[in-house]
């Protein structure tokens, strides 16, 4: 029962923050998903290009611009800084790539004690932590994400999928809606939303 609690404590602190600021099951793991190939990270301040970007995704009139617009915000999101960190978000996808968690999580351990405000670090290691089935340790680092950027639609997708292996569906219904919000164009997400809806709130008359 403890454990359980755990992520529905973090899940409820979430989705308040996030709300100040601004049978069909999700796949385990596959929230924060990156496109195989970013744009360069535009120059110029990061904060103003990202607020841009979240404007212009919410306005994109089909899936292929979101997409483009998709692609500069993880640019934006997985530019480091430091090429130390770079190196080391390397050797964890290498050693993701090996199916080598354990040593994926070790670097990304040093990663975000490294530097704390990098949320591409926390974000991979929920991912990690869910798929070993460590939904505490997950649900602890989607919110060190959402902490530092509450328009995280990867993480915010990813707790939808933690409340819904809790069996926390109107939490998790909650979560989908927020991810949407933000990203109107998100595959899948539409999906959970509807057969959640339904079993949360019914059906329409």
């Known amino acids: 029962m403890r454990l359980r609690f755990i992520p529905l404590a973090f899940a409820a602190a979430f989705l308040a923050a996030s709300a100040v600021c601004a049978p069909v099951r999700a796949e385990p793991g596959g929230w924060n998903e990156t496109p195989d190939k970013l744009p360069r990270v535009p120059r110029g301040d990061r904060i103003k290009n990202l607020d841009f970007l979240f404007e212009a995704l919410k306005a994109a009139p089909d899936a292929d611009s979101a997409k483009l617009v998709e692609g500069r915000i993880w640019a934006l999101w997985l530019a480091s800084g430091s090429d130390t960190t770079d190196l080391l978000m390397t050797r964890v996808k290498t050693a993701q790539d090996a199916k080598d968690t354990k040593l994926a999580i070790q670097l990304l351990d040093a990663v975000v004690e490294m530097r704390p405000d990098y949320i591409e670090a926390w974000n991979r290691r929920a991912t990690l932590h ?3 089935k460590d939904y505490g340790k997950s649900a602890a ?10 328009r995280h639609f990867g993480a915010l997708t990813g707790l939808g999928v933690i409340m819904q292996e809790f069996g926390e569906e109107k939490l998790a219904l909650e979560a989908f809606r927020r991810a949407l919000a933000v990203n109107p164009h998100l595959q899948k997400v539409p ?12 059906r329409d008359i």
């Open 130 to 132: 869910f798929a070993n």
């Open 141 to 150: 680092d989607i919110r060190q994400v959402l902490a530092r950027e509450p």
């Open 191 to 202: 999906d959970f939303v509807k057969t959640l809806t339904e079993k949360v709130e019914g």
